[in-house]
């Protein structure tokens, strides 16, 4: 399932957590902005509070040209 419309509450993460829940989704696919001379693997807060608390697998996908 795709969603386009534009839900509100207290931040993007919380709310892509909880409609994953709420729509029984299977999978979550969200883009990441790492740049690839990084040592570190640094996903921000966000992204980390989707990873912790999804009820379903995440894939992220890096959004940075080489």
Not at 57 to 64: G, M
């Amino acid at each position: 399932m795709h969603r386009d419309d534009a839900q509100v509450g207290p931040s993007a993460e919380k709310m892509i957590i909880q409609i994953a829940k709420n729509e029984d989704m299977d999978l979550i696919i969200i883009g990441t902005n790492i740049h690839p001379t990084s040592e570190h693997l640094f996903l921000g807060p966000s992204i980390e509070y989707i990873l912790r608390n999804a009820s379903c697998p995440v894939i992220t996908l890096n959004s940075v040209a080489k």
